[in-house]
């Protein structure tokens, strides 16, 4: 065979060459699905994380990533009231949908109710913010909204989607 091909080389290079072509002029009508719902079956434990956090989320192209560093660390109670603070304002911007942070987050807990939803920051009586640092910094949900070396937090900013060009730019700005 190979033999075959070293006789017919000019022929052979003409038919790889045209192969090559057509494969290029293709490119453009080729499609990637990347929906892994193909992959799992609909009471998959994975997929159903996966589609609550999907919904809890949205669309990556309507998120806005906000970081806010600290200079010393995030767990003190005038950063976390500082963080809050500007969660709450970012909600009342028109075209903001919802915005998570390390405030609204929770675990669950089960117990003979059930299984219930537990803050990872909550505020007591007098104001103080109460957590446990070592539940925030190991647990992996957390590690999404605080930085590695825990001087950040990261506030998500959903946006309502397909907003025109100049309504996103002056909601960038405000």
């Known amino acids: 065979m190979?033999?075959?091909?070293?006789?017919?080389?000019?022929?052979?290079?003409?038919?790889?060459?045209?192969?090559?072509?057509?494969?290029?002029?293709?490119?453009?009508?080729?499609?990637i699905d990347a929906d892994i719902s193909q992959f799992f079956h609909e009471k998959d434990a994975d997929y159903v994380l996966y589609q609550k956090l999907k919904s809890e989320f949205a669309n990556q192209e309507d998120i806005i990533l906000l970081g806010v560093k600290s200079d010393n660390s995030i767990f003190t109670d005038s950063?976390?009231?500082?963080?809050?603070?500007?969660?709450?304002?970012?909600?009342?911007?028109?075209?903001?949908?919802?915005?998570?942070?390390?405030?609204?987050?929770?675990?669950?807990?089960?117990?003979?109710?059930?299984?219930?939803?537990?803050?990872?920051?909550?505020?007591?009586?007098?104001?103080?913010?109460?957590?446990?640092k070592k539940k925030i910094t190991h647990d992996a949900l957390p590690k999404n909204f605080i930085s590695n070396d825990q001087k950040a937090v990261f506030l998500w900013v959903e946006i309502e989607p397909d907003l025109d060009p100049l309504v996103l730019e002056k909601l960038i700005l405000e």
């Open 2 to 31: 190979i033999y075959k091909l070293l006789k017919y080389k000019n022929v052979s290079f003409i038919i790889l060459a045209i192969l090559v072509v057509i494969s290029l002029l293709n490119i453009p009508a080729l499609k």
């Open 79 to 132: 950063f976390l009231s500082e963080t809050y603070r500007l969660k709450e304002s970012l909600k009342i911007i028109p075209n903001v949908k919802k915005v998570n942070s390390i405030h609204n987050l929770s675990f669950p807990i089960k117990n003979s109710f059930g299984l219930i939803p537990v803050a990872y920051l909550s505020k007591d009586r007098t104001g103080k913010y109460t957590y446990s």
